[in-house]
C-alpha cells in the first residue's frame, strides 16, 4: 500500500464489541486498515495513543447552535469547536432559530453559513408544523430528519394539534425520514403554568410541578399511535422520566418504527439539585426525581433507550439566573462534557466503554442511516475519531468551556475521563486540548451520505393528501 497520511499506534480501539490493542492507519480521510504494528503500512506522520482509548466520535443528535439568530448565546463556530472538544465529530443542529428553519431557502442559507463555520461534521433538521407540511418534499432533499415541537419550550415554535401532527406525519412517511420528537403534551403545561404563576410561584420546582411526567406518557403514547397508523420514523428526544419508557417499549414491541435518546442531565442530576443551580438547571422536559435514574439507566442497558445526545441548549448566564423562574430561559450547553459525564460512570463500574460507544456513536449512525460511514472505526469508515484518556481526573469549570455560554448544572463535578484528540475525516479538529486553528469550515453536511431503508408509508389511501385527490370537484361548496 502507498504510504497514508497517519497512524495512529498502540492505542485501545473500541466498538461496541471489543476493545482491541490495535494501530488505525488513514488516508484521504477514510480509515483504510486496523490491525497489528507490523501489518501497518508507511505513514507520512504517526501518533502515539498508547495508554489511551481510540474512540468513534460522538454523533450528537440533538444541539442548538443558534445560528442564525441568537449570537450572543452560541454560533456554528463556537457550538462545534465545542463539540471537538467533547469528542464529538457529527451534530444534528435543531430548527428553531430565528428565523426557524422551515422553508427551502432557509434550510439552503442555513447550509451555507453551517459550511462555512463549522469545525466537525453536521445535519440539519427541517421543522415540521402547520406552516411547513408544504415544503416537506423539498426540505427532505437536504435535512437528516424533521423536527416537530409537540409542547413548548424555548423558541415559542407554534406546537401542532394531533390533526396537523397526523397530516405531517403522513407527509414526511413519504420520505422515509425520520421525525425526531418534543414530546411533552402542551395543554396541560400551559393550564399549569398559568395556574401556578396566578398562585404566586415563581421558585424552581415550579417549573418541574407544570411539566409532570404524564405530559411525557401521554405525548410518545400519542405520537407512536399515529406513527404506527402513516408509517412515519419517530425518535423521541430527550427522554426525562422512567413513565415514558412504557409507551416507547410496547410501542417498540408491536413493531412501530420508534427509537428513544436520553441525556447526561437526567441521568446524573435529580430534583435534589435545583436548591444549589435554580434557574441554571431549568431545562424541558425538567430534571426529575432521583427515582427517575435507575430505569433510565436500565432503559439504555436494555435498548429501550438507544442513544444519548445531549440537548446543548447555551443561553447567557443573565438570561439563566433571574430570580422568577417563568422568566429564565430553558437548557444548558451539553455538547463538550457529555463523553466525559459517561465516562466518569463508565470507570465507576456501570457500563463498559463498549456500551457507551453503541450509544454515542454505532447507535445513531445506523438509526439515521450513516452507518457504516460513521459511528465505527473499521476500513472504508470516515475517519472520525475521539482520542480519550480514560484515567484523566479533572473538575468541570464552565469558565473553560469553549461554548459561549459559561454556565452548567455540571459546574465543579469530578470527572475521570477527557477526550486529548478529536479527529473529523482523519483531520485533527482539536489535538492536546487545543482548537486546530485551521478547520473553521472542515466541517460538512452529512445528508449526502445518509443512506435509509425505503420508506413504508401506511393507510395512505386515508391521508388528507389522497382523500383531496379523490374529492370530485366541488364536493367542498356541495357539503356546506
Ligand atoms: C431547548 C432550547 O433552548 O433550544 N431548551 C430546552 O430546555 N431543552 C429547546 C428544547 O430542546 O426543548
Ligand atoms: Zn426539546
Redesign the pocket.
Known sequence: MNAVDLVIRSGKVVSPDSVIEACVAIKDGIVVAVGAEAAMPSARETLDASGLHVLPGAIDV?V?F?DPGYPHKEDFESGTAAAAFGGVTTVFD?P?TIPPTGTPEILAAKHKMAAEKAHVDFGLYGLLGEDTIEHVPELAKTVIGFKL?MGN???AIPTPSTGVTLEAFETVALTGKRVSL?AEENSTMVNRETRMRNAGRVDPLAHLASRPAVVAIEAVSRAAILAEWTGARIHI??ISSAEELRPLREAKARGVDITGETCPHYLVLSSEDYARFAGVI????PVREKRNQEPLWAALADGCVDVIAT?H???SPEEKTRNDIWTV???FPGVETQMPIMLTEAAAGRFSVCDYVRWSAASPAKIWGLYPRKGVIQPGAEADIAIVDINREWTIDDAKLQSRSKITPFHGRRMKGLPIHTLVRGRFVMRDRVLARDTRGWGRSVHTIQRLPPPRPQNTDQTMQAILRAAPAGAGERGR
Not at 431549568?282 to 422536559?285: D, L, S
Open positions: 440533538h442548538h443558534r435543531m428553531n415541537y419550550t424555548f423558541g418534543h428526544l430527550h431549568r431545562v424541558n422536559p440537548d441548549a447555551p443561553h430561559d430553558c437548557g
